[in-house]
Structure formats: structure tokens, C-alpha cells
């Protein structure tokens, strides 16, 4: 509590007043990561955009927010999982079931396993970003390539090459 304060540039008691324990503190950090992400999310239109873009857009929006809320992807037990889920987890896998469907994503992975695949390329990308190795667009574009070009279609991948 006395590092966060001197980096919040308050004193320990005022930090106190608003939060009486680490845990109730990590817990309203963990509400506001979860509203931020949210937020970034829904604004980044990701229905009106052709599924690349969307993913370059999703990349950015959890990169932005993983970056800034660090400490809670590195403890996680203070996030509502049902909330996160439903506000962050769903908007994922909607464009991930959107580019399968569209065949931009193989069909022969599961939904699951695609997710699972996506937030690890995240989290990778995120710890890359606390080294200083990649910044945000750098990092973004990294997830956004990688998945969609180890994750893309045959005929995705055959066209590409065609038009090349």
C-alpha cells in the first residue's frame, strides 16, 4: 500500500480512506479493468469492420488496457470472472466465431482452443510490453499477424498468395 500511494503521490492514510486493505483495492482495480476494457471494446466497432481489422482493433483495445492495468493480469483472483467474461470474454470469441464463419479463421480449431491461442498471444505480447521489448502498436500488430497467420484459413492463405 505504501508504493502505491507514493506512486498515486498521496499519502498512505488518504489511500486508506478509500480503501481499507491491499485486497479491496486490487479488487476496485480489477472493476475498473474490467469497465475500461469494456469500454474499449465497444468502441472499437468491431462488427463494422472486415475481420482483419477487427482483430487489429480487439489487439489494441486489450493490449491498451492489459498495459495499464498490469498488476491485475498478474493476479487475476481479484477479477469478477462471471463479469469479465461476460462484458470482455464474449465480444472475443463473437469475432472469432465471426471469422470462422467467414473463413477467415480455420474451422478445424475450436472456438475454445482459438480463444485459447488469442489470450496467449496477448499475454506473450503483454509481458513483452513491461520488458520495453514492444510498444502498444508494435505489440498489437504482432497478435493481429501472428494469429491471423497462423491461425488463417487454407483457401484465406491461398488467396492472399494469389493476389500477391
Known sequence: ??????????????????????????????????????????????EGVALPEALARMARALMGSGAKYSVIVEEPQYLDVADMERRVGAPIRAVLERG?????????????????????????????????????????????????HGAGSVSSIQAELARG
Open 1 to 46: 500500500m505504501a508504493d502505491v500511494a507514493a506512486g498515486a503521490g498521496v499519502g498512505r492514510a488518504t489511500l486508506y480512506r478509500y480503501f481499507s486493505s491491499r485486497e479491496e483495492l486490487l479488487r476496485a482495480l480489477s472493476a475498473a479493468a474490467v469497465e475500461e476494457t469494456s469500454a474499449r471494446l465497444q468502441g472499437a466497432d468491431l
Open 100 to 148: 470462422v464463419a467467414e473463413g477467415f479463421l480455420r474451422a478445424d480449431l475450436s472456438l475454445e482452443l482459438l480463444e485459447l491461442m488469442w489470450r496467449g498471444l496477448v499475454g506473450g505480447s503483454l509481458r513483452s510490453m513491461r520488458t520495453g521489448a514492444m510498444g502498444l502498436e508494435g505489440a498489437s500488430a504482432a497478435v493481429t499477424s501472428v494469429f491471423l
